[in-house]
């Protein structure tokens, strides 16, 4: 099992920029990836964006693609996500999410992280 931590969440302006990270431990050899989910209250959850830890390849959801980069840490097993030109429809817990080798799926989740971007 992997433990994922995330932070950098809160309140930020719309059309302002906002970096998470996630923090692996564990069984981090077993991962592929890891990369952020989302969702808002009655909704269900939408993908958000990964990165593979073997050449670093990423892909984005549609929605994101072109304003948000997910990038790996120089501190071991991190994650980030940097938001930039965040509108308000962007307000969503953020979740980080370990893409397992063998299952081939997300297998592990953070706790979630509150975004909330104000108008």
């Known amino acids: 099992q992997v433990q994922l931590v995330e932070s950098g969440g809160g309140l930020v302006q719309a059309g302002g920029s906002l970096r998470l990270s996630c923090a692996a431990s564990?069984?981090?050899?077993?991962?592929?990836?890891m990369g952020w989910f989302r969702q808002a209250p009655g909704k269900e959850r939408e993908f958000v964006g990964l990165i593979t830890w073997r050449g670093g390849s990423t892909y984005y959801a549609d929605s994101v693609r072109g304003r948000f980069t997910i990038s790996r840490g120089n501190v071991e097993n991190t994650v980030y996500l940097l938001m930039n030109s965040l509108p308000p429809e962007d307000t969503d817990i953020y979740y980080c999410?370990?893409?397992?080798?063998?299952?081939?799926?997300?297998?592990?989740w953070g706790q979630g992280t509150l975004v909330t971007v104000s108008s």
């Open positions: 564990g069984r981090t050899f077993s991962s592929y990836a």
């Open positions: 999410f370990d893409w397992g080798l063998v299952v081939g799926r997300p297998e592990d």
